[in-house]
């Protein structure tokens, strides 16, 4: 598909607890990185990153992947992700600029805290300046996103939103984009997602990037150029591109 | 009583008038309406039974094994009441047992046999009191409609718990989930579990979403993978492990769709019903049967005679062509469809059929986690289909399948399929459920399959 342009230009993805935190199709977003690298011309290499001490690898990682679980596995990744992976992935995000998306229960880890119903707080790592809240109604949905990042096109994000957390941006932090359907991050800002530096967090699964084929490039994109890669091939992004649109049209007729 | 009586007619009007209108299957409208005459009404009509009633839960695999219970009941001379496939909430349940109702609002037969879904199943055991309950296995489905599942299982727990010693459950032993709730139980329940290495793999699939031991948190160690997450496993640090099933299938032998053949402690079964995931229903049932006391001579003799229950493996002929109808509902279900139509039945054509309507699970990303790898290179026509066509578009090709273009319009799939199916040839149709009732009443409208109620 797409001409070797990079040639021998290796893309590794990491995908972080990808046995716990893989709830509402994470690995979409994993398998549309690894395709679309390939279709490029690049080498796709995954490395999983489970709990434990974080192997040497880590430090090759482009693009890291975070994803969603259930109470019982956020809550049996919540001390290895403090004591084996925040310091790494820190590294390798302010250090080596690798990109990070997380989606869910990873964009709550990587904020300040999170607060249950009941006022306990739950420390995040703090990579991004959001903070989360427990809700009482779960938002549950399709949404449809104004990007603000503007070297997108379309200008548009489609996804779909199963949470309870209500998460609020600091002033680090941007939206990932202005809420056209939806609840997005808290229902009541009218703003989803966060963007701080080289970390993209969001509610929105479906998945995320397999809809969203210029999101998955824009990482690609930007992940290459610490390696010094020039532009991205132009791939054939009709089927994607036909299951966006379809979310879109649905979107305008309710 | 009078007001038993006048919920039991209430709900009987309106059930009548909901088959006047042709609501088709499933529908609760009348048990809606007597539980709010009586809220009691399930308990009342469900005492009238005169041995009891059986409760069947579980994400996969509850209709399949409703149905073999009634079937081996109804076999034994036994007068049975069950819900319809798709009616598997309380409401479901209540409308079942009212349309069996006489005038007088009393509830005429021995046996209620209820298909009852995970979130559902504490109020159901509370109301229903079952003589047994079977918990089938607990997968990942339909996120939005029932929370999480860790939530779920501990419910069914604690309404398993407060059930009477005589009615003993019945556990898929091979289900960590499940096994998790029968361990924690007061008394031991009845387990079930494979037992052929023979059909079984070493390695989860992506789906399997019980990896971990409850007691510990440590991964579990698989040393053999029926379905899903069910399947041989332990604790590395010994501190869980699949408790000894007390029933085993053992010898098992798979022929496509067409039928299965296991040994259950010296007894053979073979009958006509296809893939591993219903070694499971017919351990289940068989599990159940033996203890409601029925002989494994008579189940064995009656099982060969079972016809399989709407869109779970129908047979639909058409000029020649034979369409095989098989729900498929997430990605534990699906895995397996698409395993046993491939690998066993050496399947090429396909329709996969994905809609998001509520009874489907509105949230649609499960279909990253089922492998449709498995039909890369080896399906000669796939089309996607359904509400959400497009998205399944996108899986397959990210899966590397080759597929058509994507039609949701369910006449426009099926012509597809047609045109490119030679006389003589199978081709497989696996969908959601609702995606499963579009298709079929486009084939009811051809006049090339019987309306569901007259099934
Ligand atoms: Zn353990």
Redesign the pocket.
Known sequence: MGAAILGNVKLTVGWLYPDLMNIYGDRGNILTLLKRAEWHGLEPNLVELGRGPAPSEMDDVDIFFFGGGQDREQALIYDDLREFKQEPLQRAVEQNGAQVLAVCGGYQLLGHYYQTADGQKFDGIGMIDVTTQAGKKRFIGDVVVRTEIDTLTPTSLVGFENHSGRTFLGSQAMPLGKLMVGHGNNGSDGTEGAVQGNITGTYLHGSLLPKNPHLADYLIGRALKRRGGGALSHLDDSAELAAHGWILQRAQRR | MIRKTAAVLAGKATGTLSRITRRGGGTTLPGDVARVIDPKILTLLTQDLTHGSIVITGTNGKTTTARLVSWLLEGAGHKVVANRAGANLIFGATAAALNKAGPDGRLRADWGVFEIDEASLPRAIDEIQPRATVVLNLFRDQLDRYGELESIARKIEQALATLPEVARPVLNADDPRVAEIGLSLPRPPLWYGLDDPSVASKTLPHAADART?P????SLIFDAVYVGHDGVYR?P?N??ARPEPELKATDIKLDGFDSLALTIKGTRIEMPLGGLYNCYNVLAAYATACSLGLEPGYIAERLRTFKAAFGRQERVEFRGRHLVLVLSKNPAGFNETVRTAVDLAGGKNFIIGLNDRKADGTDVSWIWDVDFEQLKGRADLVIPAGVRAYDLAVRLKYAGVKAEEPQTDPGKALDLLIKNTNEGDLAYLLCTYTAMLDLRGELVRRGWAQPYWET
């Open positions: 031991c007691r510990c948190g440590a604790c640090n501190d869980f």
